[in-house]
Antibody, heavy 121, light 110 residues
Framework: QVQLAESGGGVVQPGRSLRLSCAASGFTFSSYGMHWVRQAPGKGLEWVAV????????YYADSVRGRFTISRDNSKNTLFLQMDSLRAEDTAVYYCARDSTGGNYNLGDNWGQGTLVTVSS | QSALTQPASVSGSPGQSITISCTGT?????????VSWYQQYPAKAPKLMIYEVSNRPSGVSNRFSGSKSGNTASLTISGLQAEDEADYYC??????????FGTGTKVNVI
């Protein structure tokens, strides 16, 4: 069955960087678009970024554009989120989620369990 | 991109039907049939309940149904059960090729 497992979360100081990973299994990773979604403590879901199945297109939320970079390694079935210039407001649980298409139309037919990122001095 | 508007909470008794609205604009909900709905329990990952406005993934109860009219999408839960008490979010594809979530609705089964 489809499995998505995030890793790389932790506590980081403001202004520093962190790289999240999402290991995928149980499906042909290279055929699907992939998203990052976050949820601040006690808050709602916020879409962060998406990458197409072949890396041809990447899109970002206004709140992270220019600071976060989404990427993928189809040979290793892994999705990444490079987070630079982190701010306190980036504190959240970060989920990776599969799109049911190769692009960015149907977010979230499968989700990982999430990894917590805390930005604090 | 502003979040889609959902009621903060909706309540119903077991067996009743409730409807959650999700209001956007012609640049998101009204412009595309790529509206999804998710169920989330506390400290758990969201679960897809409806995709492309009205389609149910395999394994989702047929008590859940979706629809759309203009810039507003709706999720209806019929035959409300105690296990339906959770947070519900809508999402939509947008004209900027991004995604946007709704503000979230807490369903209370009273």
């Amino acid at each position: 069955q489809v499995q998505l497992a995030e890793s790389g979360g932790g506590v980081v100081q403001p202004g520093r960087s962190l790289r999240l990973s999402c290991a995928a299994s149980g499906f042909t990773f290279s055929s699907y678009g992939m998203h990052w979604v976050r949820q601040a403590p006690g808050k709602g879901l916020e879409w962060v970024a998406v990458i197409a199945y072949d890396r041809s297109n990447k899109y970002y939320a206004d709140s992270v554009r220019g600071r976060f970079t989404i990427s993928r390694d189809n040979s290793k079935n892994t999705l990444f989120l490079q987070m630079d210039s982190l701010r306190a407001e980036d504190t959240a649980v970060y989920y990776c989620a599969r799109d049911s298409t190769g692009g960015n139309y149907n977010l979230g037919d499968n989700w990982g369990q999430g990894t917590l990122v805390t930005v604090s001095s | 991109q502003s979040a889609l508007t959902q009621p903060a909470s909706v309540s119903g008794s077991p067996g009743q039907s409730i409807t959650i609205s999700c209001t956007g604009t012609s640049s998101d909900v009204g412009g595309y049939d790529y509206v999804s709905w998710y169920q989330q329990y506390p400290a758990k990952a969201p679960k897809l309940m409806i995709y492309e406005v009205s389609n149910r993934p395999s394994g989702v109860s047929n008590r859940f149904s979706g629809s759309k009219s203009g810039n507003t999408a709706s999720l209806t839960i019929s035959g409300l059960q105690a296990e339906d008490e959770a947070d519900y979010y809508c999402s939509s594809y947008t004209s900027r090729s991004t995604q946007v979530f709704g503000t979230g609705t807490k369903v209370n089964v009273i």
